[in-house]
């Protein structure tokens, strides 16, 4: 990993409230129930990778984690592929920290909100940076395997702070974020219930923003255009490689935090931003910051940081 002037693990009284990981996102319009086998496929996969490590377990209908039972881990695909729909939103957090509700490094999430006319959803997978800095190529082939049989909206890849949103230390936790917003562009800020009410508003084939693997689902890779079209805009910078359900863009052979102070390079990002940015979600609601004086939304600006 790049060295930086302090890791970037934010504790509070021994207790991880937000982590640098390698991060895999994806997002769906439509129902779960509609694409069971890739959202299980996707979990699966990633549960490979955690292996025995996941300690600690939420649902939708829980009011904190608690330890890991037994059945815990047959939940998502009895969910979607073992019974019928029971449920508006389906919901599971595995985490690994050393203590109930502490964000870790080596975690898995999933939400499915059938509520509303449009369902969707998303599914994420942490894991150690070194998954990532010590074999790229390696990490990008398991971003590969996870969404092979998804039939996803959008997606990315690469460095990313996990944190929980519904944690006591989630104050703390935004403005750390917006720390390392302003100061480390190549680490995604995440929350994801916030990105699905965006996404709902968004026309189909639309993307949150880019990160170093930028997942474009079918509909997406349709507005933007054919691989090779895409690759000749994007030049040689980055590499464009075809999924069963869309494309995948890699802004660079390895990962960067972009850290602004070490003046890092992130013109691939940026070449892929560019491309990418008329096909954002619309109206993202605040992640991290207040609206300043002038009106200037904090989050609408990370969002837009390789615009150009």
Known sequence: MENTVEPLVFSEDGEDYAKLCANVTVYWRGSAFERAAGIVHFYKRAMKELGKSVKFFETGTMSGA???KADTLDLVPFWFQKSKRRSDIYMLNLESGAHANEPSDRSFFVIADEEDEQ?????????????????????????????????????????????????DQAIQAQEKMAYVG???????????????VSLRKSPPGSIKCVNWLTLLGARLAERVGSPQAVKKQLGKT?????????????AGDAPTLGDRNRKADVAAYRSVGKLLAPYRFVDHRRIFGAPTGGGMDPTGQWLARFDE
Do not use: C
């Open 66 to 68: 608690k330890k890991l």
């Open 119 to 167: 369902p969707v959803g998303a599914a994420q997978v942490n894991l150690p940076v070194e998954t990532m800095t010590a074999d790229p190529d390696r990490f990008v082939g398991l971003v590969e395997d996870l969404v092979a049989k998804l039939d996803f909206e959008s997606g990315h890849a690469g460095y990313a702070l996990n944190w929980d949103p519904r944690g």
């Open 238 to 250: 980055s590499t464009v490689v075809p999924l069963e359900h869309g494309l995948l863009i890699r």
């Open 182 to 196: 302003a100061r480390f562009q190549g680490v995604d800020l995440f929350d994801i219930d916030v990105t699905l």
